[in-house]
């Protein structure tokens, strides 16, 4: 699987921008997926995710009521809409695939976990100016 994340750019603080993963390779119909983010000097943290499915998704507190994560399989593409950026969202976002179709139960377990994820995109820069 190849993942390839674009939409990254410079906006300021109240602003959107609209990140793209394009996947190839598989089956993107059967994949969970998330976007994941790492500012300098920090760990990757979860963002958000949603189920191979579309109609399940999570948010990290720290960006719920800001971002969505949606699903496109004919396209084979997940987004990421951000909307009221802040400075704090300044970070690499990574996009990431976990093919193995776990249960409901496990995946809301694990969803947040880096290690779940066998499969990551380059990364696209976001940085927001105040």
């Known amino acids: 699987v190849q993942l390839q994340a674009s939409g990254g750019g410079q906006v300021q603080a109240g602003g959107s921008l609209r990140l793209s993963c394009g996947a190839s390779g598989g089956t993107f119909g059967n994949y969970d997926m998330a976007w994941f983010r790492q500012a300098p000097g920090k760990e990757r943290e979860f963002v958000a995710a949603i189920r191979r499915s579309g109609g399940t998704s999570s948010y990290a507190d720290s960006v719920k009521g800001r971002f969505g994560i949606s699903k496109d399989s004919a396209r084979n593409t997940v987004y990421l809409q951000m909307n009221s950026l802040k400075p704090e969202d300044t970070a690499v976002y990574y996009c990431?695939?976990?093919?193995?179709?776990?249960?409901?139960?496990?995946?809301?377990?694990?969803?947040?976990?880096?290690?779940?994820?066998?499969?990551w995109g380059q990364g696209t820069q976001v940085t927001v100016s105040s």
């Open positions: 990431a695939v976990d093919r193995q179709q776990w249960a409901s139960s496990r995946w809301w377990a694990k969803f947040r976990d880096t290690s779940e994820y066998e499969y």
